[in-house]
């Protein structure tokens, strides 16, 4: 990295310095910046997606080090089908490999996988067979559940809640949070507490939208191929120094 980039000067954050009583539950991840990362370097934007699985292991290391019970990450939103076929149907294969390359791995170090979004018509047979594989395979893990967010919209599932809901047969009258929550892909699943995302956009881009609503959001400039256990420990630090009111006070 050259020294003018971002992230080439990270803090300095570690989990000694860090406060262990204090550790976020839950955090979740917005892995953006890849095409930029490519672009950058000449490349296709589908080596930056390629160069972002060596920063999602080293981000699951690091949520492991610090004895983060949740992590989420968001690999591909409903949105993302507005891309070209050709990088569409990359990121189907890459992330489908992703999960044979590396499910082993996981499974040894105690990671629990899961996923949230939509098992639609336009998600490969083929990646839906190696996701259910995959929480087979680390059903019984505990240390950590890694959620993969794929094929996943903050709107499309609050809408597939409202549907169940429908579906259920709820009264209008017994509908409030925790009927909702309850229908949610991941229902026992805590709200994050700390949002980390990279690429330098300062938005949520359909991501746990209802979950979020007392999220400390952490923005960086460093593009998600870039990302290292570092970054990570650099954002649990700012987290740490914010004061989280819940619409109270402090
Ligand atoms: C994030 O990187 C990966 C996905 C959204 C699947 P991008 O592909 O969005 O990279 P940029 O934002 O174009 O740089
Ligand atoms: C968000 O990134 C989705 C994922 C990281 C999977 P996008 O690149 O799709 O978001 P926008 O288009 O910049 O809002
Ligand atoms: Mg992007």
Same mark, same amino acid.
């Given at each position: 990295?050259?020294?003018?980039?971002?992230?080439? &000067?990270?803090?300095?954050?570690?989990p000694?310095?860090? %406060?262990?009583?204090?550790?976020?539950?839950?955090?979740?991840?917005v892995?953006?910046?890849?095409?930029r +990362?490519? !672009?950058r370097?000449?490349?296709?934007?589908?080596?930056?997606?390629a160069?972002?699985?060596?920063a999602?292991?080293?981000?699951?290391?690091g949520?492991l080090?610090?004895?983060?019970?949740?992590?989420t990450?968001? !690999?591909?939103?409903?949105? /993302? +089908?507005?891309?070209p076929? @050709?990088? *569409?149907?990359y990121?189907?294969?890459? /992330?489908?490999g992703?999960?044979?390359?590396?499910?082993?791995?996981l /499974? #040894?170090?105690? *990671?629990?996988?899961?996923?949230a979004?939509?098992?639609?018509?336009?998600?490969?047979r083929?990646?839906?067979?190696?996701?259910?594989?995959s929480?087979?395979?680390?059903?019984? &893990?505990r240390?950590?559940t890694?959620?993969? !967010?794929? /094929?996943?919209?903050?709107? !499309?599932?609050?809408v597939?809640?409202?549907?169940?809901? %429908?579906? #259920?047969?709820?009264?209008?009258?017994?509908?409030? #949070?925790?009927?909702?929550?309850?229908?949610?892909?991941?229902?026992?699943?805590?709200?994050? @507490?700390?949002? %980390?995302?990279?690429?330098?956009?300062?938005?949520?881009s &359909?991501?746990?939208?209802?979950?979020?609503?007392?999220?400390e959001?952490v923005?960086?400039?460093?593009?998600?191929?870039d990302?290292?256990?570092?970054?990570?420990?650099?954002? %649990?630090?700012e987290y740490?120094?914010?004061?989280r009111r819940?619409?109270?006070?402090?």
């Amino acid at each position: 990295m050259h020294s003018d980039e971002p992230g080439a &000067n990270p803090g300095t954050s570690t989990p000694a310095t860090l %406060v262990t009583g204090a550790m976020p539950v839950h955090i979740a991840c917005v892995m953006d910046g890849n095409g930029r +990362w490519a !672009a950058r370097r000449g490349l296709p934007r589908t080596d930056g997606h390629a160069a972002g699985e060596a920063a999602l292991l080293d981000t699951v290391e690091g949520a492991l080090e610090l004895g983060v019970s949740w992590l989420t990450m968001y !690999a591909f939103s409903t949105e /993302n +089908w507005r891309r070209p076929p @050709d990088e *569409v149907r990359y990121l189907m294969g890459f /992330n489908e490999g992703l999960l044979m390359r590396r499910r082993d791995e996981l /499974n #040894d170090k105690g *990671v629990r996988i899961r996923f949230a979004g939509r098992r639609d018509w336009r998600v490969p047979r083929r990646v839906l067979r190696r996701m259910d594989e995959s929480v087979a395979l680390t059903e019984s &893990n505990r240390r950590m559940t890694l959620t993969m !967010a794929f /094929n996943y919209g903050g709107r !499309a599932e609050i809408v597939d809640a409202v549907r169940a809901l %429908v579906a #259920d047969g709820v009264p209008a009258g017994k509908v409030d #949070d925790k009927a909702i929550r309850a229908r949610f892909y991941q229902p026992e699943q805590p709200d994050p @507490d700390l949002v %980390v995302r990279t690429s330098g956009e300062y938005r949520i881009s &359909n991501f746990l939208l209802w979950q979020l609503a007392y999220s400390e959001l952490v923005f960086t400039d460093v593009l998600w191929p870039d990302f290292r256990r570092q970054h990570l420990f650099d954002a %649990v630090g700012e987290y740490q120094r914010r004061r989280r009111r819940y619409g109270g006070v402090s």
